[in-house]
């Protein structure tokens, strides 16, 4: 029973980020000054700096981090961005077209006449915003040489040591300070 909990509560935190998630990563991806008013987000490969913008969904978030690890060509960085810019644009597309956010407000009460709905559409998003994902990851993944596929399952080992390095640093700093 816990784990549907989680699973329900995992399905509706991806739902809610939705479309903005993807548009935030393809903001995010910017290495060069755009045409357009968007600012850089990026300075060279080796110094990228983010400032707190999103970098995606779990999934595509992880390898594009990684791909900062993996020394891409101007050309792979190039098609990188067009892959992400495309993707802005569908997601952009998507929501001008309509496509419904989830009422957090009937997903908050379950005997709300409308929660059985409301919480299909929540999975329903969920389930499409991962496909989505994956997808772009896979296009992502595709940009790669041989060499870089190779080296990519090293470098998410070293960011999940990393993050699981930060976590224990935060749980002990956090044990410290509910203990003061």
């Known amino acids: 029973m816990k784990l549907n909990k989680s699973v329900s509560l995992w399905v509706l935190a991806a739902a809610t980020i939705g479309v903005g998630g993807a548009v935030g990563i393809a903001s995010a991806q910017t290495t060069a000054p755009a045409a357009t008013t968007t600012a850089p987000a990026t300075t060279a490969p080796a110094g990228h700096k983010w400032h707190g913008r999103h970098h995606g969904g779990m999934m595509l978030g992880m390898t594009l981090r990684a791909t900062k690890q993996l020394n891409l060509s101007a050309e792979q960085q190039a098609s990188i961005k067009s892959i992400m810019a495309s993707a802005r644009a569908q997601m952009k597309a998507a929501h001008a077209a309509g496509q419904a956010p989830v009422d957090m407000t009937v997903l908050g009460n379950p005997g709300d006449a409308n929660y059985a709905t409301a919480l299909q559409s929540a999975k329903t998003l969920a389930a499409n915003h991962i496909q989505q994902e994956s997808e772009l990851q896979g296009q992502i993944y595709n940009v790669l040489t ?30 410290k300070s509910s203990a003061g």
């Open 146 to 175: 041989a060499q870089q596929k190779a080296q990519l399952p090293t470098v998410l080992a070293s960011m999940k040591a990393q993050a699981q390095q930060r976590r224990q640093q935060w749980e002990q700093n956090h044990a």
